[in-house]
């Protein structure tokens, strides 16, 4: 079991494990801390998590600001692979493609399914992640192009 998911396994049923659990992972990139994203749920290639709609990710129309979905959606997507990678495997974002589909007026819910993925022989991964309201509309869709090479022998 790889290191994220054994560090869930030992929070999940702690006083507040899940809320640490997800403080934790969103301290990986500083930026991250910004959406207070919340973990959803974590397996092997796929991840789901959340992020409440307030004032300190509004944008001028007191809607979710755009750039805090595409935080949102790159946690996702990052997370879901570093949770599914194999140990002697590394990964990069190296683009993304984002549509802003609906104003996003509610808390929201992002997901990102990998479990097509021939993690021993694919060099680039495509994480589709689309994001969704209250309502299950979806109101951001991206598409985050990860390489993925072999690690370098020591």
Same mark, same amino acid.
């Given at each position: 079991?790889?290191?994220?998911?054994?560090?869930?396994?030992?929070?999940?049923?702690?006083?507040?494990?899940?809320? +640490?659990?997800?403080? @934790?992972?969103? %301290? &990986?990139?500083?930026?991250? #801390? /910004?959406?207070?994203?919340?973990?959803?749920? $974590?397996?092997?290639?796929?991840?789901?998590?959340?992020?409440?709609?307030?004032?300190?990710?509004?944008?001028?129309?007191?809607?979710?600001?755009?750039?805090?979905?595409?935080?949102?959606?790159?946690?996702?997507?990052?997370?879901?692979?570093?949770?599914?990678?194999?140990?002697?495997?590394?990964? +990069?974002?190296?683009? @993304?493609?984002? %549509? &802003?589909?609906?104003?996003? #007026? /509610?808390?929201?819910?992002?997901?990102?399914? $990998?479990?097509?993925?021939?993690?021993?022989?694919?060099?680039?991964?495509?994480?589709?992640?689309?994001?969704?309201?209250?309502?299950?509309?979806?109101?951001?869709?991206?598409?985050?192009?990860?390489?993925?090479?072999?690690?370098?022998?020591?």
């Amino acid at each position: 079991m790889n290191r994220i998911l054994s560090l869930q396994q030992k929070l999940i049923n702690k006083p507040f494990g899940k809320a +640490i659990f997800s403080r @934790m992972l969103a %301290a &990986y990139a500083p930026y991250f #801390k /910004t959406i207070k994203p919340r973990v959803v749920e $974590l397996k092997h290639n796929y991840h789901k998590c959340s992020m409440k709609k307030r004032p300190a990710v509004h944008n001028h129309l007191k809607t979710v600001h755009a750039i805090a979905c595409c935080n949102l959606c790159e946690f996702t997507a990052g997370i879901c692979m570093e949770a599914s990678i194999p140990k002697h495997r590394r990964w +990069i974002p190296v683009g @993304m493609e984002v %549509a &802003y589909v609906a104003k996003a #007026k /509610t808390d929201l819910v992002a997901e990102c399914d $990998l479990s097509n993925v021939d993690w021993e022989t694919t060099d680039m991964v495509t994480c589709h992640v689309p994001v969704k309201d209250t309502q299950g509309q979806v109101v951001v869709e991206a598409f985050i192009k990860m390489k993925v090479s072999d690690k370098k022998k020591k």
